[in-house]
């Protein structure tokens, strides 16, 4: 099951149960069971391959933790086109806590949205060739505006 993720990936689902096993994987339970984001936000990088976006998605999504939202470069890419933030355009840690700090002043339930979002970012609004027509967000869109590009009919 894990061979088709890839060798790099495979590695590290093998060192993170290596470490479950080791450390028992009721040392997980409470922090990720909980909605302590203080200790999600030590526990989960220590562990193999999970870096600050992955964390986030855990703490907001699983956890459902108010303070956080999953930064990465198609989130970045849709929140900047519809005006929600403005960025130097790199995947940075100043320039994601800048992102993820102006779409919380949204509200705490800006985190829920991004499966949403992820779904627009690789749907329609694609890093070089955005579908500005097909997108149910161009008439909020600064990007489609900027393009002149009136959406047509939305298709479901």
Known sequence: MVRPLGEVKASRLHATAAILTRRGATAFDRPIGGSDSHALNYLLPSLPGVGTHTAAIVMAIVNDVPDTVPIDQH?????????LTDHDGGLT???SRRVAADLLAYGPDVARAHPLIQHVAYDTCTASTPDCRRCFLAESCRYAARTRVMPGPVRV
Request: glycine share 16%; charged share 25%.
């Open 75 to 83: 989130l970045m890419r849709v929140a900047y086109r519809l005006g």
């Open 93 to 95: 840690k100043p320039g």
